[in-house]
């Protein structure tokens, strides 16, 4: 039963809940995209809970890939892709974080991008407050300890969730000319060693990356699957959201974007200098 305290503006529309799958990063990103492709054609918008299988670094649209150790993530089997958002790198570790997206045709949303990313981190923070996390935008901007990791970068009032003063979820957001998909990674336990091996050319420590970021583990005595549910309950009753799916057309253009574009190399080593 949908918690009518927790209904967003939105809620009103078709709204579909894709429950939590693992697939990997190219095929994950390939669904934000088909999915836009989906709302903008009049289908149902989209709010989900995925899964990175294996253990993914998504690079921001802009980075470096020099910042990346290619080595470490081929011999660990750490899958990288490049994002359609900005921001710095994150790995997504399988057991470590928990991801989600949403996504809307875009005159359906607030066209001022503080008022979009606080409309659509509702459902976010509802999740936090069901886990008994108290998370919250920073209140303040704090500087950047290292620009290509995303969990390093300056915390953002705009989009950055801490808890005892440690960033515990980054958000993102893509605006096509008809859609809107806002992603972000909620951190379930802290992997420091394991997130900082997947970049090249930094000194920062295990120590440092702890300082300025926490896990939901840490705060509150709830499994991975029970955070999980907290998430896909919450986006469900902020959109009034039916369970549903990928449709097999879906599926198969997906399949296809995520071959063709997020595993590609030319996508995921691109230097954004040159374009």
């Given amino acids: 039963m949908t918690d009518d ?12 809940l894709i429950r939590e799958e693992a697939r990997d990063g190219p095929m994950q990103m390939a669904l934000d995209e088909i999915a836009a492709e989906t709302a903008a054609a009049g289908g149902p918008r989209t709010v989900r809970v995925y899964r990175w299988e294996p253990s993914t670094l998504s690079l921001g649209y802009h980075q470096d890939p020099e910042t990346v150790d290619w080595d470490h993530c081929e011999r660990e089997g750490v899958t990288v892709t490049r994002r ?13 974080d928990v991801s989600y997206s949403i996504v809307a ?10 008022e979009s990313y606080h409309l659509l981190c509702a459902p976010i923070l509802d999740a936090f407050d069901r886990l008994g996390v108290d998370a919250d935008y920073v209140s303040e901007s704090v500087p950047e300890i290292w620009h290509p990791a995303c969990y390093l970068r300056e915390l953002h009032p705009a989009h950055d969730v801490v808890a005892g003063g440690k960033k515990v979820s980054g958000n993102a957001q893509y605006r096509r ?4 998909v806002q992603h972000g990674s909620l951190t379930y336990v802290v992997k420091a060693a394991a997130h900082l091996d997947v970049f090249a050319g930094h000194d920062v420590t295990p120590e440092e990356f702890e300082s300025r970021v926490g896990g939901i583990a840490a705060f509150a005595d709830v499994t991975r699957e029970e955070a999980v549910a907290a998430v896909e309950s919450a986006l469900a009753d902020w959109a009034d959201a039916t369970v549903g799916e990928w449709t097999d057309d879906e599926l198969s253009r997906a399949r296809e974007r995520a071959a063709e574009k997020y595993a590609a190399d030319d996508w995921v080593r691109r230097d954004p200098r040159e374009r």
Avoid: F, N, S
């Fill in 5 to 16: 305290g927790a209904r967003g503006p939105l809620a009103d529309r078709e709204w579909r």
């Fill in 84 to 96: 359609q958002t900005g921001g710095g790198g994150i790995y997504h570790d399988y057991d470590g």
């Fill in 105 to 114: 045709p875009k005159d359906e949303l607030p066209g001022d991008l503080m």
């Fill in 177 to 180: 000319h008809d859609a809107v």
